[in-house]
């Protein structure tokens, strides 16, 4: 199987969160991953895009999420990206239990969950500049369905 590439924009509304979980785990499902697999990247998604919707933008500001998702053999790469307002410290933002909104009963586990799930997690980020994060994780696949 050749590469693939599949990308979604849409409103950074929290009503979205769950279309983009189950259209990046749509597009996954073609190369038959386990249902551990395919449960671990939809939870990262909604991590994700959850953080994006809530930390990147002020509440009732207008914003965009952007979603590319790369299957490559048995690699999938996610990268979830906002144009919001950036993460002013972003090791304290990888500390378990940390978060900037605890009013809203927001866990802190969102990167720490990420990191768990994934093989590997990048994030670019920068004030004003927004956030991209970069998932990436191979699957035991159908070595049948990656030749």
Do not use: C, W
């Amino acid at each position: 199987m050749s590469k693939n590439v599949m990308e979604l924009r849409f409103s950074a509304k929290s009503e979205n969160e769950a279309f983009a979980r189950v259209t990046v785990a749509s597009f996954v499902s073609q190369l038959d991953p386990t249902m551990e697999e395919l449960t671990d990247i939809k939870t990262v998604v909604s991590e994700a895009v959850t953080n994006a919707i809530i930390h990147g933008y002020e509440e009732n500001e207008e914003g965009m999420i952007y979603i590319s998702t790369v299957l490559d053999k048995n690699v999938i790469s996610i990268v979830i990206k906002d144009e919001g307002q950036g993460i002013e410290d972003i090791d304290l933002a990888r500390q378990p239990l940390y978060t900037t909104k605890p009013e809203m009963e927001r866990s802190g586990m969102g990167f720490t969950i990420m990191e768990n799930f994934m093989d590997s997690v990048e994030i670019v980020t920068g004030k004003e500049k927004g956030t991209t994060i970069k998932l990436t994780k191979k699957l035991t696949t159908n070595e049948a369905l990656i030749n």
